[in-house]
């Protein structure tokens, strides 16, 4: 049954080219760290899960936190005038 798979003229690939040929580098990346956490640092599937949401959450605040800096610098600069030369 394996040799229905992968026969001599089927290419062979690397995880991380196949990866990215189905779009998958991502979730490869996400188990990786999801491994460290378990393996480095003996946080339980539970924990390595919250700390996975915890850290995607502070991802998207410091997106958003961008995004307003962005806004409230043009809300700025439409309303203070041009500092005068003197």
Same mark, same amino acid.
């Given at each position: 049954?394996?040799?229905?798979?992968?026969?001599?003229?089927?290419?062979?690939?690397?995880?991380?080219?196949?990866?990215? &040929?189905v779009? !998958?580098?991502a979730?490869?990346? $996400? +188990?990786r760290?999801?491994?460290?956490?378990?393996s @480095?640092?003996?946080?339980n599937?539970?924990g390595a899960?919250?700390?996975m949401?915890?850290?995607q959450? &502070?991802?998207? !605040?410091?997106?958003?936190?961008? $995004? +307003?800096?962005?806004e409230?610098?043009?809300?700025? @600069?439409?309303?203070?005038?041009?500092?005068?030369?003197e």
């Amino acid at each position: 049954m394996a040799d229905d798979l992968q026969g001599e003229d089927q290419p062979c690939y690397v995880i991380s080219v196949a990866a990215k &040929i189905v779009g !998958m580098h991502a979730d490869i990346n $996400r +188990l990786r760290q999801i491994q460290r956490l378990i393996s @480095d640092l003996g946080v339980n599937l539970a924990g390595a899960e919250v700390i996975m949401r915890m850290n995607q959450r &502070i991802q998207e !605040m410091a997106e958003e936190m961008e $995004r +307003l800096r962005g806004e409230l610098q043009r809300l700025r @600069d439409r309303r203070l005038p041009a500092p005068r030369q003197e």
